[in-house]
């Protein structure tokens, strides 16, 4: 694990799960106290979170969820969508005794975001999520969140590559094929021509995800329907599938904390037609005997969280949205300073 200087490593015991948690004090004199508290995506952890850490002049925490970085490795029960994530943010916090604060959540953290908003409003002052997952979950849905099958056919643990999977668990560091973490990295996870020269840090990040039925990605079970597979209840990726998944109730929080929500154009994982979404891959043929776009349409991802946001806003709430043309998954690494501007900007309304 790399901690950058500045940055401080502790555990957090809790009833939950041993939680590990970094932390940075930038606070300046007259400043808010409210903390700025960081939730990971999938396949990573606190340390992606470090370099805006550093930026910023607050009071800072990034979480490891369970199954991540250094923290403990316990089985996510998918039945209960991305809670088992979302209760264990909730059990830090209330452990650390932090009672309120600008919660950011980025991809699958995103949706961990809000769920504790729906689940903990009390705690979340502001929120901000990062090129975050649907509310309606990751593929098979409409645009209204409905399912395209009752089993949620192409979503959760049986989507994931699994020589990825072997990879990530071998802690392979090679970049010989496609699916070696540093290539999934260069090409999903920020855009085409980034570099980076922490880039060993973040695959070292990855590298931390635990792997099994219980973790990462998850189990699958079988299905009538294309591609032949449906959700699992267990996992990760099954968390986020629209069977257990929906937290498009945020419309319905009282109150309702401010949203920023900021996305790059070139994201690769979350999209109107995402290239992680079964139904994109058997539109363009990459998986064969797809049934077409009536029965098996790609998840317009963004589309729905921009619907989400605006009933949001119709219903006395307020966002604001920041699309930065050319960024890919991670604006928080690939675009610095406008996302530290866009963040600091929302966190003292």
């Not at 950058?4 to 948690?21: C, E, K, L, N, Q």
């Not at 056919?153 to 699916?179: C, H, I, K, Q, Y």
């Not at 920020?190 to 219980?214: K, R, Y």
Request: a negative charge.
């Amino acid at each position: 694990m790399t901690v950058f200087p500045g940055i401080s490593s502790t555990r957090v015991r809790t009833d939950r799960y041993d939680a590990h948690v970094l932390e940075r004090d930038g606070r300046v004199d007259g400043g808010d106290d409210t903390p700025v508290v960081f939730i990971h995506g999938n396949v990573s952890s606190s340390l992606f979170w470090q370099p805006t850490m550093l930026e910023l002049p607050v009071r800072s925490v990034a979480i490891d969820l369970r199954g991540f970085g250094e923290s403990e490795t316990a089985p996510v029960d998918a039945t209960r969508g991305v809670r088992d994530f979302s209760d264990d943010v909730a059990a830090v916090l209330d452990a650390m005794g932090i009672g309120r604060a600008h919660v950011v959540g980025w991809s699958m953290g995103g949706g961990v975001a809000m769920q504790l908003l729906l689940d903990r409003p009390e705690l979340v002052a502001s929120l901000t999520l990062v090129s975050p997952v649907s509310p309606y979950g990751f593929g098979g849905t409409r645009r209204d969140g409905s399912l395209l099958t009752a089993d949620g056919a192409g979503t959760g643990g049986g989507g994931a590559n699994p020589d990825f999977v072997a990879r990530l668990a071998a802690g392979d560091r090679s970049d010989e094929a496609p699916t070696c973490p540093v290539q999934v990295y260069r090409g999903t996870y920020v855009a085409p021509g980034f570099t980076s020269e922490h880039e060993d840090v973040w695959v070292t990040s990855m590298l931390t995800t635990a792997t099994g039925e219980g973790n990462y990605p998850g189990d699958a079970r079988a299905s009538d329907s294309w591609p032949g597979f449906a959700a699992g209840d267990r996992g990760v990726l099954n968390t986020m599938s629209p069977v257990h998944f929906d937290v498009s109730g945020i419309v319905d929080v009282d109150p309702k904390p401010p949203v920023l929500w900021v996305h790059g154009t070139a994201d690769a994982i979350v999209g109107d037609e995402s290239f992680f979404d079964l139904n994109t891959l058997g539109k363009h043929g990459v998986v064969p005997g797809w049934p077409g776009e009536e029965v098996a349409p790609p998840q317009p991802m963004v589309t729905q969280t921009r619907d989400v946001l605006e009933a949001y806003a119709q219903a006395g709430g307020a966002y604001r949205e920041l699309a930065l043309d050319g960024a890919g998954h991670s604006a928080h690494l690939e675009r610095p300073e406008e996302f530290r501007a866009a963040l600091l900007a929302h966190i003292s309304t």
